[in-house]
């Protein structure tokens, strides 16, 4: 009786790959501390800026829907690059991580730390000698400056996983945690693009910069602040849902 006691109890105790890979529960404060932080600093924002005494150069800057205008087309910038950046990094990081190709990836990291320290403005004025002014050259900068960390991230966490059959629902935890990533830097890369004529919310810091008006200024950093907390706060729920929850969803 004993044995078949320790049977049961031993049976109905998860094993290690399955524990590993059960998500943790979205508890109701991960869905709604973020979201209201961000709708408070947001409307705070706008109840300032709907009773505040604005010069007509803040006015022009910030009316029009130029404010929207330009969060969207950061947001469409992010997004864009992010998906171009997820497209190169995981198949390349899943490749990397074979037999046959495992040589190359201390030359991997050995690059990753390079490019980690180039100025990303540098970066953008050299796509724009190639490509030109234009989204085009904004899109290509900031994906070009996302890959290598997300790709890195990705080998990285290949290399931890690597007893886990890579095939199936197991490659989601990669390109989720490789959006996150993304989407949180791209969102700060993205501002640059202002200097390249690719809009977004650089424009309204460039503008508050050039005519010394902190209302513009301001009005662009929360909103930028705003999105990246946003998108973390979306990529990390995004995360735990989809998260395979056993060693059988990998097949």
């Not at 990303?120 to 989204?135: K, N, Q």
């Not at 996983?161 to 989720?176: N, Q, R, S």
């Given at each position: 009786m004993s044995e078949t006691r320790d049977e049961s109890v031993a049976a109905a105790l998860p094993t290690a790959p399955?524990?590993?890979?059960?998500?943790?529960?979205?508890?109701?404060?991960?869905?709604v501390v973020v979201p209201g932080v961000l709708v408070a600093l947001l409307l705070a924002t706008w109840l300032s800026y709907t009773h505040a005494d604005l010069d007509p150069v803040s006015r022009s800057a910030l009316g029009g829907g130029n404010v929207w205008l330009r969060f969207s087309g950061h947001v469409r910038l992010t997004v864009i690059s992010t998906v171009f950046a997820l497209a190169i990094t995981v198949p390349l990081g899943i490749l990397l991580t074979r037999p046959g190709a495992r040589r190359a990836a201390p030359l991997l990291t050995a690059c990753a730390n390079?490019?980690?320290a180039t100025?990303?403005?540098?970066?953008?004025?050299?796509?724009?000698?190639?490509?030109?002014?234009?989204?085009?050259?904004?899109l290509a900068g900031i994906t070009l400056y996302a890959v290598l960390p997300v790709l890195s991230g990705t080998v990285a966490r290949l290399k931890?996983?690597?007893?886990?059959?890579?095939?199936?629902?197991?490659?989601?935890?990669?390109?989720?945690?490789?959006?996150?990533?993304?989407?949180?830097?791209?969102?700060?890369?993205?501002?640059?693009?202002?200097?390249v004529g690719g809009g977004g919310l650089g424009d309204l810091m460039a503008t508050g910069i050039t005519e010394q008006r902190m209302p513009v200024l301001v009005l662009g950093c929360v909103l930028t602040v705003a999105l990246?907390?946003?998108?973390?706060?979306?990529?990390?729920?995004?995360?735990?849902?989809?998260?395979?929850?056993?060693?059988?969803?990998?097949?």
């Open positions: 399955a524990a590993r890979l059960l998500p943790h529960r979205v508890t109701w404060q991960r869905l390079i490019w980690r100025p990303a403005i540098g970066l953008l004025a050299l796509l724009v000698i190639w490509l030109g002014a234009g989204e085009w050259a904004a931890a996983d690597e007893p886990t059959p890579l095939e199936g629902l197991a490659v989601v935890p990669l390109v989720l945690a490789g959006a996150r990533t993304a989407l949180v830097l791209n969102v700060g890369t993205a501002t640059l693009a202002t200097f990246a907390l946003f998108v973390d706060w979306l990529a990390s729920i995004a995360e735990l849902l989809l998260r395979p929850r056993g060693p059988e969803a990998g097949r």
